[in-house]
Nanobody, 117 residues
Framework: QVQLVESGGGLVQPGGSLRLSCAVS????????ARWYRQAPGKQRELVAG???????NYKDSVKGRFTISRDNAKNTMYLQMNMLQPEDTAVYYC???????????WGQGTQVTVST
């Protein structure tokens, strides 16, 4: 059974930084591509960033230059470094790993990020 556990969320002031981690167990992270999603209250879940098995990354336009997705296959962990955080980044952040054609697909439980004074 593949399990994903996120950590690193919290409350931060505008302009601050957080680093989210997603630890994968039950299988090797190297087998999957990976993504970070977020869902703000009353809004649909949206894709924030993705990284392929080979390390190619892509980002939602509004986080480009501020967020960095990375992976450490040896540690079975993926990361989302978030800098220059803004109130509109407030959401529950979820990690997702998936195989070819999104099969299989596994999700973490989510971690809350709140950007506020």
């Amino acid at each position: 059974q593949v399990q994903l556990v996120e950590s690193g969320g919290g409350l931060v002031q505008p302009g601050g930084s957080l680093r989210l981690s997603c630890a994968v167990s039950g299988s090797g992270l190297r087998l999957f591509a990976a993504r970070w999603y977020r869902q703000a209250p009353g809004k649909q879940r949206e894709l924030v960033a993705g990284i392929t098995n080979g390390g190619v990354t892509n980002y939602k336009d509004s986080v480009k230059g501020r967020f960095t997705i990375s992976r450490d296959n040896a540690k079975n962990t993926m990361y989302l470094q978030m800098n220059m955080l803004q109130p509109e980044d407030t959401a529950v952040y979820y990690c997702n790993v998936f195989g070819q054609f999104n099969v299989p697909s596994y999700w973490g439980q989510g971690t809350q990020v709140t950007v506020s004074t």
